[in-house]
């Protein structure tokens, strides 16, 4: 029901509120963050609105839509709140830490057989947590201690690097661990045979194109990498060396390809490296302290 005008579709976009109507939405890609959009303005709208997804996204906001009172619930069509007009219950929420600021850490460790770390506090919501999944199954050790009894479970990782493996990563995993895969291709560089990431276009209207951005930067670090207009195809065993490489302002691409930088066999400089401030400004603080150098 609101009114958004634009240039050609492009910004800035002015928009006039009006009163919602809730209705059905299906949406082209999944996005967690459209549907949280659109499930915040079904708060206003009269009636139900219904998200349908592609594939299932990270669900934070409907648990905390639930907890503070609203019928916000998954079902067989979709996801769909009915409002109730009513204030949102004040809660008490403790915030745990960011699961894919951790990922760089965990990709880390799996970088070589017998690195190891243990992240403490870190959010582990089930539709966060595909990331660990893959390292599993790239045959990285992984060990995860839970406490479900908060809205958002919470608890620690440890992550202990083994022999890897390559693996072929589709559409649906890479919904489920979007934000982590920058971090992903720089340990497929170190993985036995060759990974192939499909259907994940979205990482191209990113920050930056991820796909590009990383191919780039792997590439002039050694790695040899195919580049699709939906995903990249990696050969592992790669020897890494010394290189200057852009992170494009992109704070996700810096972390992982400091990540990458640390099987290099030299120095790897990272342009426009204080973007990580977007999301983590201590990274390479944390880095320095992690890596005693």
Known sequence: GARIESRDGRAPLTVTGARLQGRRHVLAVAS?????????????????????????TRDHTERLLRAMGTDVAATADGVVIRPSHQPLRPIDL????????????????????GWSVTIRGVGLNPSRTAFLRLLQSMGTEIRV????????????????????????????????AIDEIPALLSVATQA?????????????????????????????????????????SIQGGASLHSATVESQGDHRIAMALAVAGLVASGPTTIEDADCVAVSYPDFF????ELTHE
Not at 32 to 56: D, I
Not at 194 to 213: H, P, Y
Not at 285 to 288: G, K, T
């Open 192 to 232: 036995a045979g060759t990974t192939v990431i499909e259907g994940a276009a979205e990482l191209r209207v990113k920050e930056s194109d991820r796909l590009a951005t990383m191919a780039e930067g792997l590439h002039r670090m050694g790695a040899v990498i195919d580049e699709r207009a939906d995903g990249v």
């Open 94 to 113: 403790l915030v745990p830490g960011d699961f894919s600021s951790a990922a760089f850490w965990m990709a880390a460790a799996a970088l070589r057989p």
């Open 285 to 288: 603080a944390d880095l320095q």
């Open 32 to 56: 967690a963050q459209v549907k949280s959009a659109l499930l915040l303005a079904g708060l206003s709208a009269s009636g139900p609105t219904t998200v349908v997804e592609p594939m299932p």
């Open 145 to 176: 201690d839970a406490d479900e009894s908060g809205i958002e479970p919470a608890g620690s990782v440890t992550v202990t690097g083994r022999p890897l493996r390559a693996i072929t990563i589709g559409a649906a995993d890479v919904a489920a």
